[in-house]
Nanobody
Framework: QVQMVESGGGLVQAGGSLRLSCAAS????????MGWFRQAPGKEREFVAA????????VYADSVKGRFTISKGNAKNTVYLQMDSLKLEDTAVYYC???????????????WGQGTQVTVSS
Protein backbone atom coordinates (compact mmCIF):
# COMPACT_ATOMS: atom_id res chain seq x y z
CA GLN A 1 0.00 0.00 0.00
CA VAL A 2 1.32 3.43 -0.95
CA GLN A 3 0.44 6.47 1.08
CA MET A 4 0.59 10.00 -0.23
CA VAL A 5 0.61 12.83 2.30
CA GLU A 6 0.28 16.49 1.31
CA SER A 7 1.08 19.49 3.45
CA GLY A 8 1.55 23.24 3.14
CA GLY A 9 -1.92 24.41 2.23
CA GLY A 10 -3.56 27.38 3.89
CA LEU A 11 -4.97 30.86 3.49
CA VAL A 12 -3.02 33.46 1.52
CA GLN A 13 -3.78 36.83 -0.01
CA ALA A 14 -3.88 37.29 -3.74
CA GLY A 15 -0.40 37.86 -5.08
CA GLY A 16 1.16 35.83 -2.30
CA SER A 17 2.96 32.49 -2.31
CA LEU A 18 2.58 29.03 -0.86
CA ARG A 19 4.66 25.89 -1.11
CA LEU A 20 2.94 22.52 -1.09
CA SER A 21 4.79 19.33 -0.23
CA CYS A 22 3.91 15.70 -0.85
CA ALA A 23 5.62 12.53 0.28
CA ALA A 24 4.95 9.00 -0.91
CA SER A 25 5.69 6.11 1.40
CA UNK A 26 4.91 2.43 1.63
CA UNK A 27 5.96 -0.10 -0.95
CA UNK A 28 9.52 0.13 -2.16
CA UNK A 29 9.30 1.52 -5.66
CA UNK A 30 12.32 3.04 -7.27
CA UNK A 31 10.88 6.46 -8.07
CA UNK A 32 7.56 7.78 -9.28
CA UNK A 33 6.45 10.31 -11.79
CA MET A 34 4.39 12.72 -9.71
CA GLY A 35 1.75 15.27 -10.36
CA TRP A 36 -0.48 17.87 -8.77
CA PHE A 37 -4.16 18.25 -9.49
CA ARG A 38 -6.77 20.54 -7.97
CA GLN A 39 -10.50 20.69 -7.53
CA ALA A 40 -12.42 23.87 -6.87
CA PRO A 41 -15.96 23.83 -5.42
CA GLY A 42 -18.49 22.77 -8.02
CA LYS A 43 -15.82 21.98 -10.59
CA GLU A 44 -14.11 18.86 -11.83
CA ARG A 45 -10.62 17.92 -10.79
CA GLU A 46 -8.08 19.49 -13.11
CA PHE A 47 -4.42 19.00 -13.87
CA VAL A 48 -1.92 21.51 -12.48
CA ALA A 49 1.63 20.20 -13.00
CA ALA A 50 3.63 17.00 -13.32
CA UNK A 51 7.26 15.93 -13.12
CA UNK A 52 9.06 12.88 -14.49
CA UNK A 53 10.68 10.16 -12.42
CA UNK A 54 14.12 11.67 -12.94
CA UNK A 55 12.89 15.17 -12.26
CA UNK A 56 14.17 16.47 -15.58
CA UNK A 57 10.83 16.65 -17.34
CA UNK A 58 7.96 18.92 -16.29
CA VAL A 59 4.63 19.91 -17.72
CA TYR A 60 2.18 22.59 -16.56
CA ALA A 61 -1.38 23.62 -17.15
CA ASP A 62 -1.58 26.87 -19.11
CA SER A 63 -3.40 28.52 -16.21
CA VAL A 64 -0.40 28.16 -13.89
CA LYS A 65 2.53 28.31 -16.30
CA GLY A 66 5.04 30.92 -15.20
CA ARG A 67 3.57 31.14 -11.69
CA PHE A 68 3.89 27.59 -10.31
CA THR A 69 6.98 25.41 -10.17
CA ILE A 70 7.01 21.68 -9.56
CA SER A 71 10.16 20.01 -8.27
CA LYS A 72 11.34 16.80 -6.66
CA GLY A 73 13.13 16.53 -3.37
CA ASN A 74 16.39 14.72 -2.72
CA ALA A 75 14.26 11.83 -1.50
CA LYS A 76 12.83 10.94 -4.88
CA ASN A 77 9.39 10.08 -3.59
CA THR A 78 8.78 13.67 -2.55
CA VAL A 79 7.46 16.48 -4.69
CA TYR A 80 6.89 20.19 -4.14
CA LEU A 81 4.67 22.77 -5.75
CA GLN A 82 5.86 26.34 -5.36
CA MET A 83 2.93 28.63 -6.05
CA ASP A 84 3.66 32.32 -6.64
CA SER A 85 1.48 35.24 -7.74
CA LEU A 86 -1.57 33.40 -6.47
CA LYS A 87 -4.95 34.38 -7.83
CA LEU A 88 -8.45 34.01 -6.43
CA GLU A 89 -9.14 31.34 -9.02
CA ASP A 90 -6.33 29.19 -7.61
CA THR A 91 -8.53 28.43 -4.61
CA ALA A 92 -9.07 24.67 -4.52
CA VAL A 93 -8.20 21.44 -2.82
CA TYR A 94 -4.83 20.37 -4.17
CA TYR A 95 -4.01 16.69 -4.59
CA CYS A 96 -0.69 15.03 -5.28
CA UNK A 97 -0.51 11.80 -7.22
CA UNK A 98 2.13 9.23 -8.14
CA UNK A 99 2.32 7.00 -11.15
CA UNK A 100 4.55 5.34 -13.70
CA UNK A 101 4.50 8.14 -16.26
CA UNK A 102 4.04 11.88 -15.99
CA UNK A 103 1.20 13.47 -17.91
CA UNK A 104 -1.80 15.73 -17.53
CA UNK A 105 -4.18 12.77 -17.50
CA UNK A 106 -5.33 11.61 -14.10
CA UNK A 107 -5.69 8.07 -15.42
CA UNK A 108 -1.89 7.76 -15.50
CA UNK A 109 -1.65 8.07 -11.73
CA UNK A 110 -2.17 5.12 -9.44
CA UNK A 111 -1.87 6.68 -5.99
CA TRP A 112 -3.50 9.81 -4.63
CA GLY A 113 -3.27 11.87 -1.47
CA GLN A 114 -6.20 13.17 0.56
CA GLY A 115 -5.71 16.75 -0.54
CA THR A 116 -4.80 20.03 1.08
CA GLN A 117 -6.90 23.17 0.96
CA VAL A 118 -5.51 26.32 -0.62
CA THR A 119 -7.60 29.45 -0.21
CA VAL A 120 -6.65 32.72 -1.89
CA SER A 121 -8.36 35.83 -0.53
CA SER A 122 -8.65 39.32 -1.95
Amino acid sequence: QVQMVESGGGLVQAGGSLRLSCAASGRTFSTYAMGWFRQAPGKEREFVAAISRSGTGTVYADSVKGRFTISKGNAKNTVYLQMDSLKLEDTAVYYCAAGTSYSSSSSNYNYWGQGTQVTVSS
